[in-house]
């Protein structure tokens, strides 16, 4: 049986801007449902109150680890206005998730960025490392008792998404592309979507290690950032493609977390480069709600290739999951995800620990649609119901993955 790190993380993860409904002060609530194609997140799952809930379900079913965020817009609704009772709020789920023995791993910027900060130029503008610095340096006075801290969510997909509202604010784009739905359609926009560009994310690797030293110097926390990765393959004789794609997409951000605590790994599905680049998922029976290929191999991809181009930073997987209506399909996604997982450990690479995506079906930058999550959410009532694949990831947590079936591994 394979040796899991003493400590092992077994949760789930989720997002604020995803969960926690009416996000008044933040730059993406005043660009979703502007453009056709798009719908409000509204009151979301309504988690910002109902986050004890939320916890308590993920500590009954036997889940030992939570991930959730911090989100700026609440805590500096104004440049020159700090929020003590949104640190407070923070500061509460904090605690909930200790007094729950479960272990908050908590991110301090999930795509969302505070209104009036992007107006200045949000995290590529003039005022980025000043305003990032005094964020974080705010943060850090709650975060007694964490041991896991997310500095910059998928900055690859952030710097997507900066150039996304550049195309908006100069009226390129009309319709709505949201890079985690509409970038996977097989044919779709995905042409048109700008792939990450590599000066915005230098700029956003610049802020990450300013992240860490603050945090280092402030906290006990390991401080490392979660990427989304690609599990990109090379296709014959596309080696030197590959490897300029994959550094446009993803090794410029593992690169930067050379030296950090952990790195966390997101992976959902996997793509070969050929002559052209990255190929378009084809349709397919068994493709996601977003059209992505069905791959729960890419974990053990994205795992590899992480461990090679930080050179051995400790691995979290923070995200994996799948959006599907079938639950019986999620668990059996998550069964292979879990047998790569074993895999890479028993081939020593160092995984820390496994936060599935996600644990409430949520809006997902745009859309409801696509369901990820372990439990589902009455959008009326906020009613949880969790699913049969939350028990099954807790029996699995439990039993410290002995509970796997045999026949998960080859
Ligand atoms: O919902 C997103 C999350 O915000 C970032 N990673 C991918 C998820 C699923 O698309």
Known sequence: MTKLAEGFLWGASTAPHQIEGN???????????????????GDACDSYHRYREDMQLSADAGLTAYRFGIEWARIQPRPDLWSNAELAHYRRMIETAL??????????????LPAWFADEGGMTGPTALERWRA??????TILDGVEWLI????????????????????????????????????????????????????????????AVDILHARTAAKVGWSIANQALTATPG????????????????????????????????????DAKG?????????????GAAYRPDALGIALRHAW?????????????????????????????????????????????????????????????EPTFGLIAVDRDTFERTP?????????????HGASLTTGVRP
């Open 151 to 210: 500095t910059i969510n998928e900055p690859n997909m952030l710097a997507i998404m900066t150039g996304l509202a550049e195309m908006v604010t100069s009226g390129k784009l009309d319709e709505w592309v949201s890079p985690t739905v509409e970038g996977e359609r097989a044919g779709s926009l995905v042409s048109s979507l700008p792939a990450p560009d590599p000066a915005i994310g230098s700029a956003l690797v610049v802020l990450h290690r300013e």
């Open 23 to 41: 996000n008044l002060n933040s730059d993406f609530w005043r660009l979703e449902g502007r453009m056709p194609g798009s719908s409000y997140s």
């Open 308 to 368: 090679e181009i930080t050179e051995g930073v400790p691995l979290l997987v923070t995200e994996n999951g799948i959006p599907t209506a079938s639950d019986e399909r999620r668990i059996e996604y998550i069964t292979g995800a879990l047998g790569v997982l074993l895999d890479a450990v028993d081939e020593g690479l160092d995984v820390r620990g496994y936060l599935h995506w996600s644990l409430l079906d949520n809006y997902e930058w745009g859309h409801w």
């Open 135 to 140: 964020y974080i340096e705010r943060v850090s």
């Open 99 to 112: 007094e729950l023995g479960i272990t908050p791993v908590v991110t301090l910027q999930h795509f969302t």
């Open 238 to 273: 596309n080696e030197q493609q590959f490897a300029d794609v994959s550094y446009v997409w993803e090794d410029l951000y593992l690169l930067g977390s050379r030296g950090d605590d952990f790195v966390g790994v997101q992976s959902y599905t996997s793509q070969p480069v």
């Open 387 to 399: 699913k049969p694949s939350l028990g099954w990831l807790g029996e699995v947590a439990r039993t």
């Open 278 to 290: 990255i190929v378009p998922h084809p349709p397919h029976p068994d493709n996601t709600l977003t």
